[in-house]
Every structure is written in C-alpha cells, then in structure tokens.
C-alpha cells in the first residue's frame, strides 16, 4: 500500500527557490533535473522507510539526489500510523546541519 506525499510550506518555498538557483526556466537540463527531483520526491510513496535516517534527528529521513558536487538532501518525516510521509525541507548537501528550527 502507497504512502500519501505531502510537502510541507517550507519544503515547497525550498523547491521554488531552488527553481530558480538552477535557472530552470531558463534552461531544458535544468528544468528536467528539476522535474526528475520531483518524481524522486514523489516515489518515497513506495518505501520510504529505505532512505536512512539523517544524523540530526532519528525521527527524519533523508534521500539524497544529485551528483557532487550537487547533492540535494530531501528531510522528511515518515508517519507510519497514517501512511504519510510530509516533506519538511530541500536543502543543498554541502550546508551545515540543520536545526529543528530550520523545519519551521
């Protein structure tokens, strides 16, 4: 059975400042990463559970997309007792850890 994917406020304003970093409107190799990021994100539908858990919290999970040194890291949440998975925020690789008030 497939999980619902939600994506959080703070997640879709990663993703649209993130179009824009790329220049994805300007270019059709950018633009189709984009998209290919987004299926990524959209096929945590199906085990979710097979990314690993990141190392600041033990209750998230990332997955990483891209190559280096453009690796994106998708944190999310996996809510098994509604089969959910909400994504909290797109971030590049390289930045420092985050917060949990990075989440808000």
Do not use: C
Not at 27 to 45: H, N, P, V
């Amino acid at each position: 059975m497939a999980y619902l994917v939600s994506i959080t406020s703070r997640a879709e304003r990663d993703l649209a400042a993130l179009y824009g970093q790329i220049h994805a409107a300007d270019s059709k190799r950018a633009r189709q990463w984009y998209f290919d990021l987004e299926e990524a994100i959209l096929g945590l539908r199906e085990m979710p559970n097979r990314n690993p858990v990141t190392p600041e919290n033990k209750r998230l999970r990332h997955l990483l997309y891209g190559r280096k040194p453009h690796v994106y890291r998708v944190i999310f949440r996996v809510k098994s007792n509604g089969r959910q998975v909400e994504i909290l925020h797109v971030r590049h690789g390289a930045r420092q850890r985050f917060r949990a008030s990075d989440l808000k």
